[in-house]
Structure formats: C-alpha cells, structure tokens
C-alpha cells in the first residue's frame, strides 16, 4: 500500500491537500462547507497526515486543551481507502506524538456512525448523545 504518516502544520502547502479531504468526507455529505466555518483553530493544531504517492489520503488533527488534555478533531479518510487501516496509523501516530509531547489524555467528540472505530482503539464514551454538524455525537476519551 505504501502510505506514508507524517506530522504538518496549517503554514505547509498540504494544507489546501487536509482542508479539501475534510470537505469532502466531513463536510459535503452533511450539506455543509467549511467555507461557512471559523478555522482559526486550525493555527493551533498539529496536523497528521497519510499520504500515497505525494496525496493526502488521510488526516487527524492534534488540539491543545490544557496543559494535560488535547482534543483528536477532523478525523478522515477518503472514501476508497477506508477499511484498510488508515485511521488507526493517524491515532497511533497522534496518540504517540501527545504522549511524547507530555500531555496525559486525549477528549474527542464521535459521530455516533464511527463510534466502534475508537471503541476499537480503547476510547472510552463519556456521558450523553449531542447534536454536533446536525448529527449525533459522543464525548470520548483516552488516557495515555
Ligand atoms: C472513521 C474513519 C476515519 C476510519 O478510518 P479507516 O481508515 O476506515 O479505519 P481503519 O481501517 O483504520 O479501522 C480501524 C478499526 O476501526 C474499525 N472501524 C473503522 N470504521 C468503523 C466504523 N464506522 N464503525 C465501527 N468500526 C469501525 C475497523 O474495523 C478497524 O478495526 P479492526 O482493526 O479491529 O479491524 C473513516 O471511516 C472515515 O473517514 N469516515 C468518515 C468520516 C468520519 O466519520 N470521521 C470521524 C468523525 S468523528
């Protein structure tokens, strides 16, 4: 397969690359752009990404909360490589890069759709179903 992770930040230009894959598998099928959105954020943020033969096929993004806590957030894999272990190398590399950043725990909000995906890498759901994009959420969360 061939796919490579590596670690980036929103001044590269992979950005265009991250910001068209969460357009369109986390975006577009909910009716919504994130041209509509404040991603400040995104300043913030370390970037996962996996790449085959030089395109973005995957990312995560790494938030600091405290000086304990990062949030997991845009979390996606393009459609025709999912299921083949793309999104477990993004949060094994994330969870890697907190831990050795020294953060103790990592919170994210699920899409209800996806929740075994992150049962299956021992996150935890924490308290009641939200509405979040206009569509079922959980709070999970990891210690590391
Ligand atoms: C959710 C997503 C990121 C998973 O990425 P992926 O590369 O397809 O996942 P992987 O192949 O690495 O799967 C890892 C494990 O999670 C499981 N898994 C993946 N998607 C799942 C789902 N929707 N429901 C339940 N389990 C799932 C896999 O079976 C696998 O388990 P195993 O190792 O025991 O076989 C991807 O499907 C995606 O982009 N979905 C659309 C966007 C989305 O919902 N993002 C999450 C927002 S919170």
Redesign the pocket.
Same mark, same amino acid.
């Given at each position: 397969m061939n796919i490579s992770v590596s670690i980036t930040d929103q001044s590269t230009p992979k950005y265009q690359q991250v910001w068209e894959l969460r357009e369109a598998?986390?975006r577009i099928p909910l009716g919504l752009s994130l041209r509509n959105e404040d991603l400040s954020r995104d300043n913030i943020n370390t970037f996962f990404i996996a790449e085959q033969e030089g395109q973005v096929i995957?990312c995560v993004l790494m938030e600091p909360k405290d000086a304990e806590t990062v949030q997991l957030r845009a *979390?996606?894999?393009?459609n025709e =490589?999912?299921? #083949?272990?793309?999104? /477990?190398?993004l949060v094994q590399a994330l969870e890697e890069h907190a831990a050795q950043s020294g953060y103790k725990k990592i919170i994210? =909000?699920? /899409?209800k759709?996806?929740?075994?995906?992150y #049962?299956? *890498?021992d996150y935890r759901q924490v308290g009641d179903e939200f509405v979040e994009v206009g569509i079922p =959420?959980y709070h999970m969360q990891k210690v590391i």
């Open positions: 598998i986390l995957g *979390m996606a894999v393009y =490589h999912q299921g #083949k272990g793309v999104g /477990r190398l994210l =909000h699920a /899409r759709v996806v929740l075994g995906f #049962k299956s *890498m =959420h």
